[in-house]
């Protein structure tokens, strides 16, 4: 049984059909979600008993405006929703979010999640008629979303103000919109090259910066960018590989000052059958794999959880792919002393430099700035400020 076949028994689902008065709930979506969520231990622990419908949610109890009605998961087998269910939906109350690159693939998973949840949303996409037509399923469900085409790269101020002029306020950006292209670094088309860092680099840039002072005017700004593990390294992918880096690293360098001005950074490395990794993997078994194991519907219930205003995180990174996700930090291997400042003392060391060993997690440039310190002279650390650079983390 993977993660995704957990599922309640069809004896006590059909009890539970029975027991509820399902006319109560507006859509079949949200009878999908209370019969799930009473299905759950959480429900079992809040009712007291096991087909109540006290402690149910109250936004699921009658029609609520704006809610899309949950959809956990595009899947028709029935054991999948179970992995997408919560036992009470994150409520966005009406929050403004804009998701870039929406019309398809994991961004257009995010912006239907967000609108189920009460969100409204911009959809973002270069690609009319895939924005449109987010927009048209988000709004045939109950949900509240605009569509905007403008360039990530060249249109941001003009995204941001889709949000504004629709709803006056703005409190989330998933800075999800991407290009990929392959190709041997010093053979490929040099305009090719700089269209894809241009568009995961400047795209980014450009539409964090036109939101900062609608997330900072929000109170609870959340501002998520999504990086990749190609910044790990991908042979023929160096200008994907580098722009995803500088993802990461504007988003960490970033999130210190944000915090100050109470909006959350975040960086995601997901990973997602979409079409561009339809596109990039043609190996059938790892096309399978992902198709069974890695729907972006799973990548956007965590998006949805970190663009909730009650969801606390600090700088961190965190791969995710379908239930599964993981923090990611920057880490050293113990250090390596030459016996001297010359470049043959480094020579002895070739080998101790490339071996894997124990690691220390740094969280910020501050430790790691110190650590070196220390280790070349210990008696700093007693002199030293613990925050060199005023970064504390929380
Ligand atoms: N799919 C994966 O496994 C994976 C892994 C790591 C990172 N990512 C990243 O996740 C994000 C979403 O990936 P996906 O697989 O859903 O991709 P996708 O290709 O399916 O969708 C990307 C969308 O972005 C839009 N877009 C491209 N350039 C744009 C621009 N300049 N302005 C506005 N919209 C633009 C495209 O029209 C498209 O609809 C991307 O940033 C991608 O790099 C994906």
């Known amino acids: 049984?993977?993660?995704f076949e957990q599922n309640p028994g069809e004896e006590f689902r059909n009890s539970i059909l029975t027991s509820i008065p399902m006319g109560l709930l507006a859509k079949p979506a949200d009878q999908a979600d209370a019969v799930m969520w009473l299905c759950s231990d959480q429900a079992r622990t809040v009712t007291g008993d096991s087909a109540g419908r006290r402690g149910y949610p109250a936004d699921k109890q009658t029609s609520r405006p704006g809610a899309a009605g949950a959809a956990p998961h595009k899947s028709s087998r029935t054991s999948q929703r179970s992995t997408y269910m919560t036992a009470h939906n994150l409520d966005f109350g009406g929050r403004v979010a804009i998701v870039t690159g929406a019309g398809q693939g994991m961004g257009r998973a995010h912006a239907k999640m967000l609108a189920s949840r009460g969100a409204r949303v911009v959809v973002n996409d270069l690609n009319a008629d895939n924005a449109t037509s987010a927009v048209a399923e988000i709004t045939a469900g109950g949900g509240t979303a605009v569509a905007d085409t403008n360039n990530v790269v060249t249109g941001a101020e003009t995204i941001v103000q889709s949000a504004i002029d629709a709803w006056g306020q703005l409190d989330v950006v998933v800075n999800n919109a991407g290009i990929n292209a392959f190709g041997t670094f010093w053979e490929m088309d040099r305009d090719t090259w700089w269209r894809v860092f241009d568009v995961t680099v400047k795209g980014v840039v450009e539409v964090s910066r036109a939101a900062m002072p609608h997330l900072i005017?929000?109170?609870t700004g959340r501002l998520i960018n999504i990086s990749s593990n190609g910044l790990m390294g991908v042979p023929l992918d160096s200008a994907y590989s580098a722009g995803k880096a500088a993802v990461w690293g504007l988003s960490i360098g970033l999130a210190a000052e944000a915090r100050e001005v109470g909006v959350q950074v975040t960086t995601l490395m997901p990973v997602a059958w979409t079409p561009m990794t339809r596109d990039a993997f043609q190996n059938p078994v790892v096309q399978e794999a992902m198709k069974e194991n890695v729907p972006?519907?799973?990548?956007?219930a965590f998006v949805t959880y970190l663009a909730h205003q009650d969801t606390?995180?600090?700088?961190?990174?965190?791969?995710?792919a379908g239930v599964a996700a993981g923090r990611v930090a920057i880490a050293g291997m113990e250090r390596v002393d030459a016996v001297a400042a010359t470049p043959e003392a480094w020579v002895e060391q070739a080998e101790a430099l490339t071996k894997d060993g124990e690691m220390r997690v740094f969280h910020?440039?501050?430790?790691?700035?110190?650590?070196q310190m220390v280790h070349l002279a210990p008696e700093l650390d007693s002199v030293l400020p613990k925050d060199a650079a005023n970064v504390e983390r929380v």
């Open 312 to 320: 606390t995180t600090y700088a961190d990174t965190f791969e995710i």
């Open 1 to 3: 049984m993977n993660a």
């Open 296 to 300: 972006p519907e799973a990548v956007s």
């Open 217 to 219: 005017a929000s109170g």
């Open 364 to 371: 910020n440039a501050s430790e790691s700035f110190r650590d």
